[in-house]
């Protein structure tokens, strides 16, 4: 009786693994797409000139810069006059240290 239990209980996870092993998808993992690949995709290759740029193109070429943010650079400069130093951004509402710094390399003055 021993011996006919031992034999089912082998049976039974004989089985087990059978069924796990071909029931398990084989999945191919995609390569992922190197970083430089992603990062030359998101870069624009020019910078934006603050005194010519209009709200779309700030939008979309300055990280952190939405449709509000991007008016209130376009109303500050109509208002005050063309900016004269990158750091003029600073004094549009809305515009902080932090978000200047992340876009100082991405803009200029003409």
């Not at 092993?21 to 998101?42: L, W």
């Not at 400069?77 to 515009?95: H, M, Q, Y």
Request: hydrophobic letters at 40%.
């Amino acid at each position: 009786m021993q011996n006919t239990y031992i034999s089912s209980l082998i049976f039974a996870f004989l089985t087990t693994l059978s069924v796990a092993t071909t029931a398990a998808p084989s999945i191919k993992p995609e390569a992922p797409t190197p970083i430089t690949t992603q990062m030359t995709q998101s870069e624009p290759s020019a910078k934006v000139n603050l005194n010519a740029a209009d709200a779309e193109t700030l939008r979309r070429d300055l990280f952190g810069i939405g449709a509000a943010k991007a008016k209130a650079i376009i109303a500050y400069r109509e208002s005050n006059g063309p900016f004269t130093a990158v750091d003029e951004l600073l004094e549009v509402k809305g515009i902080g240290k932090a978000l200047m710094e992340k876009n100082r390399d991405r803009l200029e003055i003409k």
